[in-house]
């Protein structure tokens, strides 16, 4: 989502740009309008409007800064307006003047906040043109720092994407994460029933996984996130006993991709469960009750996560029918003194037993959480009351709960 969020806003700023560069071509009657960008040690057209022209410049072409006209105009060897190059021994000593060819030019520069120049906003004719004049050159000043902050937030954006995805590729490369297991334990009994696989990534300082989770869905990496940390936690299956279950996370993209079921078609029927997280609507859930089936009929286990925290929680709860349902800790907190609350917890509890579904309370802190949990037939549980999360060997010496 967050990926496609960001390809769209990218696409609107670009389209900004085209249809201010097309603005300023027709305004001034030019051939070619351009918004060029330094990179390095070249000038990169970062956008092109040249109807026509395309076979002489287009988005995305690049050439050594010391032969584009920008350098030299920030240089003062060229003036940002010329009406016929043929007048300036320094333009007529470039190559590109020659081969697009140019005869008219002007280009004003794009800055930062700070000052510092970014790129070049510029138009050009193949022939000389006497009519330019300063007024011109004012006017282009004018689309230039539109168009200009539009570039810079790209670029931001852009340099963003980049150190995100290096981190996250650097995460996966080298399995900068750990694991800490928490028990899922039946209220009734106080018996140990599985545990969920909660990552803790590594890399300081220290920030939650959901963050990091959303950083590689901006970039479009949550798959890869996803089965890296899945294929990790799977490593610690054959050390839980096998009468219980281990609860991995995963998101419906990742289900969709295929690659889950070919990642858990070896593991023993009932050892696994996978937790469809996502805090947003799915767009087609046949198309994801489908990409279910198979692993269902290989034996995983299918929880809900985040039952009562939104709209797409129960949503996902009607359309997938799953054979459990994990109370979001936003409802089990203080439900022991919040009638609202209680209420809630009721009504799905009436409904998992419609569906012949199980209730997960998740977040249980106090002892009055579990009491009331447990008086209104909630099923299994988990949170600090029953059991901090911890490294797989601690978290499997823990015994069962005393239920008095």
């Known amino acids: 989502m967050l990926s496609t969020l960001t390809k769209a806003a990218d696409l609107a700023i670009d389209d900004h740009v085209g249809r201010t560069l097309t603005a300023v071509r027709l305004h001034l009657g030019m051939e070619l309008a351009y918004v060029s960008e330094f990179v390095d040690d070249h000038a990169r057209f970062r956008e092109v409007d040249g109807p026509g022209l395309e076979h002489l410049l287009k988005t995305g072409d690049s050439v050594p800064i010391a032969d584009a006209f920008c350098h030299h105009v920030l240089d003062g060897r060229l003036p940002e307006l010329m009406r016929d190059t043929a007048e300036y021994e320094a333009a007529m000593r470039l190559p590109i003047t020659h081969r697009l060819p140019i005869g008219a030019h002007l280009g004003v520069p794009i800055r930062q906040a700070d000052g510092r120049v970014i790129g070049m906003f510029g138009c050009l004719r193949r022939t000389p043109d006497p009519s330019l004049t300063p007024r011109d050159l004012a006017i282009m000043r004018v689309f230039a720092d539109l168009a200009g902050r539009q570039i810079i937030n790209r670029i931001e954006t852009d340099k963003r994407a980049r150190r995100i995805r290096a981190d996250i590729g650097a995460i996966i490369d080298g399995t900068a994460f750990a694991f800490e297991y928490q028990p899922i334990w039946e209220l009734s009994t106080g018996r140990p029933l599985g545990f969920e696989a909660l990552c803790r990534f590594r890399p300081g300082p220290y920030r939650a996984p959901n963050k ?38 995963a998101s419906p993209t990742t289900v969709l991709s295929g690659r889950l079921h070919q990642l858990l078609s070896s593991v023993p029927p009932g050892s696994v469960v996978i937790e469809v997280t996502e805090h947003a609507p799915v767009d087609d859930y046949d198309r994801l009750t489908a990409a279910l089936e198979p692993l269902r009929e290989a034996g995983i286990g299918l929880a809900i996560d985040d039952a009562g925290a939104g709209y797409a929680s129960l949503q996902h709860i009607i359309s997938l029918k799953p054979d459990r349902i994990k109370l979001d800790g936003s409802l089990t907190r203080s439900i022991d003194r919040d009638p609202a609350r209680r209420a809630l917890a009721t009504a799905l509890v009436a409904f998992a037993r419609e569906t012949e579904a199980t209730i997960i309370a998740e977040g249980i802190e106090t002892s009055g959480e579990f009491k009331a949990l447990r008086s209104l037939g909630v099923d299994k549980g988990q949170g600090y009351f029953l059991g901090a999360p911890a490294p797989l060997a601690i978290a499997l010496e823990m015994r069962g709960l005393s239920v008095t």
Do not use: C, H, Y
């Not at 590689?216 to 279950?245: C, H």
């Open 212 to 249: 990091w989770f959303a950083e590689a869905a901006e970039i479009g990496l949550t798959i890869e996130l996803e089965l890296a940390v899945i294929r990790e936690a799977l490593k610690d299956l054959p050390s839980i006993p096998t009468s219980q279950f281990l609860s991995l996370n």
